[in-house]
């Protein structure tokens, strides 16, 4: 055990024959620099890195409060077909903050798909789930289209046609005395299940779902 400890070799510098060592000292100079340069480093990255990472992450925790709009008078819509309305999806920020919604009443002939029970009004947003470009409601042919790259939704919104990745994305609606209300929006896949809005392009059928979760902060009801 003593041999053992002898081969050891010891903490202090000036046993170790280490140039300029004196007396008491466990830690080289060298290294006591290299280190200081390396916190200095690493400290100095920090400065500009938080700031930016807080920036860009940030508003995805911060989370919306739930924003209800009147866009007009049960007497307005009809439950064959859709009435475009303006909306404003992001207050404060003028014209820029408006889009167009498709809204006509719940067809119970129409609107089979078990999600829609207890929904009142329909309302079809006009953003491409391909790349966002708007999409313009054809009454003649009942299909939505886009005529950036050829994009086609039936009456419900889900694609027939062209690359968007899933159906037309849609809001929720109410009814406040005559008044038709319309709230926050929702992303659905191919069989009009329901999701936290998601951005154009990615999918939420099979893995789409997974590999396209929803932001931490996106609206719920």
Not at 20 to 32: L, N, S
Not at 74 to 100: H, Q, R, S
Not at 119 to 140: F, N, Q
Not at 168 to 193: I, M, Q
């Amino acid at each position: 055990m003593s041999d053992k400890r002898s081969k050891q070799k010891s903490k202090y510098t000036l046993d170790r024959n280490i140039p300029g060592a004196f007396e008491g000292e466990t830690v080289t100079r060298r290294r006591f620099m290299t280190g200081t340069a390396h916190t200095a480093g690493a400290i100095a990255a920090s400065a500009f890195a938080l700031p930016a990472l807080g920036f860009a992450i940030g508003p995805i925790f911060k989370s919306t409060p739930h924003h209800w709009e009147v866009v007009g008078t049960e007497g307005m819509f009809t439950d064959t077909n859709y009435v475009p309305v303006v909306l404003t999806v992001a207050p404060n920020i003028g014209e820029a903050g408006k889009t167009t919604v498709y809204v006509r009443k719940f067809n119970p002939e129409l609107d089979t798909d078990p999600y829609d029970k207890g929904t009142p009004y329909i309302a079809i947003s006009s953003r491409c789930a391909h790349l966002g470009c708007p999409v313009r409601w054809v009454d003649a042919a009942e299909r939505f289209i886009c005529p950036c790259h050829g994009g086609v939704y039936d009456l419900l919104g889900r694609r027939v046609g062209g690359p968007p990745v899933r159906p037309l994305d849609r809001f929720y609606t109410r009814v406040a005395g005559e008044s038709v209300e319309v709230g926050p929006r929702f992303s659905v896949n191919s069989e009009l299940k329901r999701f936290s809005p998601r951005d154009p392009g990615e999918p939420l059928d099979g893995i789409g779902q997974y590999l396209y979760p929803s932001r931490p902060g996106a609206q719920k009801l």
